[in-house]
């Protein structure tokens, strides 16, 4: 929005001066070509048959002098000095003495060139936007009448004639209030056009800046299949450099070229998507008019974005499924598990028996934690995170897992890169991931024949700076073609795992605005990384 207001308040100062001057610059090429004309006249003898017969002495050299203004005036205005006030009054006062001095070297009011006075008043009203019309028009009804007693006192000009005088003048105040209506309607008419043109101009700029903000390509195409437009997306997925644009979609992408070829003849209704360098695209195809062979906007589509929301929408449907038969199973289950105690409290039972009650109670509560499980997925509670300062959390955290665990304090080593870092998380989700992380540490994670030991990390990221706490262990590691299944639901390589919990704490991760990632470790083991959602701030 910045840019956008900056670039409407430059419009806005520079529009105005131009407006201004423009009409100067047509008024200026008016009196050269006007002049010339007289010289022209003058030089070729015309003017002792039509202008200038009266007095040619006098014609000539006024003439020649209201050339040279014309150029003096034609300078001044592109070197914009003297000012533009200055520059109108000068011109029209001039304008109105060469052409009377004119007018009365061709026999006066009688010539009928005091008509071009009419235009030197209009234009300097006008310029002056209507406010020295009525001066002008005085100016020039004065100008004519010592004219007319100009005729008087000289027996050797034209005669004179008051009457045509008195009517001239009458035009020239009428003219001087025209000028008044039509500079009040061009002024009207410029600031509107220069609203428009603001408006114009902020809508350009907002509609490119969606499109090249959009998540979908964009390539526009003319009916030869022309680049005309692009978008950053389109030239991403495309694997497309900016350095060495190509002009024609078929340079850019052969098949996808061949599809709009396909797409125009009606033979393709669903195109197909395409593999490019930067991954899988899906085009669609909107002609630009109403016949399929014009211009086409082109939009691209990334696979990978679809497949990903296709995936999400199928897993929260399924969680909401699972989380109705959870809760239907969750009663007969309790009528097993209160039946299976009752059972257990008959003295005579053998070993057998007990033998079979036992691996009922341990299913049982397997069977319950799946439930428990599933329901707290399926509820989707909203989460608010909140500021945690991470070290303070991370001590009472340790110290009541190593208690509950009865794990040897040397065996759980803790680093951070400061001291005083600041996350934003709920904190008793927090608690239940990283109680996951720590425990899946100690079952899949500790050697065989040795004696549970991982490390806990927080530090801040290399690529973006932004916190992370992260859980090593010093296992084997897990298999590149299991690493990405193991954040997949009821996906489990231990026996008595239900394969809910790293679902369950990547989606609490999301939830918080975190990412939670697996990653192999430096030397041995497997690192789960937390990677906040805001940079760290140190405590004020």
């Avoid at 533009?84 to 304008?95: I, P, S």
């Avoid at 100008?143 to 007693?149: G, R, S």
């Avoid at 939830?511 to 990384?529: H, I």
Wanted: with cysteine.
């Amino acid at each position: 929005m910045t840019t956008m207001s900056a670039r409407t308040s430059s419009v806005a100062t520079d529009k105005p001066d131009e407006l201004t001057w423009n009409p100067l610059r047509v008024f200026n090429f008016y009196r050269l070509t006007l002049s010339s004309l007289f010289l022209l006249a003058a030089a070729t003898g015309f003017s002792e048959v039509f202008i200038g017969e009266e007095m040619p002495l006098l014609f000539r050299p006024t003439v020649v002098l209201y050339l040279i203004f014309a150029l003096i005036s034609l300078v001044a205005y592109y070197r914009r000095k003297p000012g533009f006030e200055t520059q109108v009054y000068a011109q029209v006062l001039v304008d109105i003495i060469a052409i009377t001095i004119i007018m009365h070297a061709s026999g006066g009011v009688a010539s009928g060139l005091g008509t071009l006075l009419v235009v030197a008043i209009a234009a300097g009203g006008i310029l002056m936007a209507g406010r020295m019309a009525n001066f002008f028009a005085a100016v020039a009804t004065v100008a004519v009448l010592i004219e007319q007693f100009a005729s008087l006192v000289f027996p050797h000009g034209p005669p004179p004639d008051f009457t045509k005088a008195g009517l001239l003048g009458a035009t020239f105040f009428a003219t001087a209030m025209l000028s008044l209506v039509l500079s009040s309607r061009i002024r009207e008419g410029e600031k509107l056009a220069e609203e428009q043109s603001v408006d114009l101009a902020n809508l350009a700029q907002l509609n490119e800046h969606i499109i090249q903000h959009m998540q979908s390509g964009v390539i526009a195409v003319d009916r030869d299949n022309g680049i005309r437009l692009t978008n950053s997306a389109a030239m991403r997925m495309l694997d497309w450099s900016k350095d060495d644009p190509p002009a024609n979609l078929g340079t850019l992408s052969k098949e996808l070229a061949e599809q709009l070829v396909d797409w125009r003849k009606l033979k393709v209704v669903e195109p197909r998507s395409i593999r490019t360098g930067a991954g899988e695209v899906i085009p669609r195809f909107n002609a630009l008019g109403l016949r399929l062979t014009g211009a086409v906007l082109v939009f691209l589509d990334d696979a990978s974005v679809l497949n990903d929301q296709a995936h999400q929408i199928r897993l929260a449907s399924l969680g909401r499924l699972t989380g109705g038969i959870a809760h239907e199973i969750r009663n007969p289950l309790g009528a097993i598990s209160h039946a299976a105690q009752l059972l257990d409290e008959a003295p005579d039972l053998t070993k057998q028996d007990r033998r079979l009650l036992e691996i009922i109670h341990n299913h049982s509560a397997r069977v319950n934690e799946i439930i428990e499980n599933i329901l707290q997925l399926s509820r989707g509670s909203n989460t608010i995170p909140e500021p945690l300062e991470l070290k303070p959390w991370l001590d009472e955290f340790i110290a009541d897992f190593l208690f509950s665990s009865g794990m040897s304090p040397e065996r759980l080593g803790l680093s951070l890169e400061r001291d005083d870092m600041i996350v934003r998380f709920n904190p008793t989700q927090l608690n239940q991931i990283i109680t996951n992380l720590c425990q899946n540490a100690i079952r899949h994670g500790t050697p065989e024949g040795e004696d549970p030991k991982f490390d806990v990390r927080a530090g801040f990221s290399e690529r973006d700076n932004r916190p992370y706490l992260e859980i090593c262990d010093y296992g084997k590691g897990i298999p590149d073609n299991e690493a990405q299944q193991v954040f997949d639901p009821f996906y489990s390589t231990h026996s008595q795992g239900t394969g809910l919990g790293l679902y369950i704490a990547r989606e609490m991760c999301a939830s918080n605005r975190a990412r939670l990632d697996y990653r192999r470790g430096e030397t041995v083991g497997s690192c789960f990384r937390i990677t906040f959602a805001e940079t760290n701030s140190a405590t004020e």
